[in-house]
């Protein structure tokens, strides 16, 4: 994993027609604090100049994360969305049980907070990397998956479903087999209570998505795998 690099092309539905209106990229790099190895994993979005006039994007997510348990060290999110703005930073400390939390937002002044933290609490990014190291061949349709993500501040504990193993046609014309997975989203300033993302993962090592799709507040998203480097296994889910 160390090394690789993720890229997506975003696109929109509106009134009928897709039209691309963003990207989106992940990376992963291998660092050492204390002697011990961790993943340092970072990803941007943004919506395209053409469009940011309907709704602007410029996100920032940054993690490290310990290489072996997952367990987060520190993570930051800088995004603007449309007119609302977030920072927030965290950093957890294990031996003392808590998360020390930085915010502020459009709607809230800058605040310094203390969080119980136990060991299956996650950062948002560290949650995307985590699934992906989850072994799906194991599981059954609709068996459920919960993660606890702490999001703005707050912990939540996230559900989905796996749906199965699907054969996806991606937006270039390559076909991958997939595993499919749902998550319930959270509430927020693109996102409706209770609406589900549906993620298909490469059903081989590298377990990469491929694609992504949900509702919105006002109409849908698809993010379609466009390329990336430096896999640490051949891309066996690749049909066609």
């Known amino acids: 994993m160390d090394g690789e690099k993720l890229n997506y092309r975003v696109s929109y539905n509106w009134e009928f027609v897709w039209v691309d209106a963003g990207k989106v ?26 469009y940011d006039w309907l ?11 310990d290489s072996i348990s997952f367990r987060p060290k520190w993570y930051e999110r800088k995004t603007l969305e449309g007119n609302y703005l977030a920072n927030n930073c965290l950093e957890f400390f294990q031996e003392q049980g808590i998360i020390i939390t930085e915010s502020e937002n459009s709607n809230k002044p800058y605040t310094v907070d203390t969080l119980p933290y136990n060991n299956n609490v996650m950062d948002l990014l560290t949650a995307v990397y985590y699934a992906r190291s989850m072994d799906y061949s194991k599981m059954q349709s ?13 912990i939540y504990a996230l559900s989905g479903r796996y749906r199965g193993n ?7 014309g390559k076909i991958y087999q997939c595993y499919r997975f749902s998550v319930t989203l959270v509430e927020g300033t693109i996102f409706k209570a209770g609406e589900e993302a549906d993620i298909w ?11 992504i799709e949900a509702r919105i507040l006002v109409g849908s998203v698809k993010a379609y795998f466009s390329g ?11 049909i066609d």
């Open 166 to 172: 699907e054969t996806v046609e991606n937006h270039d």
């Open 142 to 154: 609709e068996d459920k998956i919960t993660l606890d993500v702490i999001i703005d501040g707050k």
């Open 55 to 65: 709704f602007k994007v410029r996100d920032n997510f940054e993690s490290v994360t």
């Open 228 to 238: 990336g480097k430096n896999f640490k296994y051949p891309m066996e889910a690749l």
């Open 25 to 50: 990229s992940f990376s992963v790099e291998s660092m050492k604090i204390d002697d011990l190895r961790h993943w340092y994993f970072q990803s941007s979005g943004k919506s395209l100049p053409t």
């Open 201 to 211: 993962l490469t059903a081989d090592k590298n377990k990469i998505p491929i694609l």
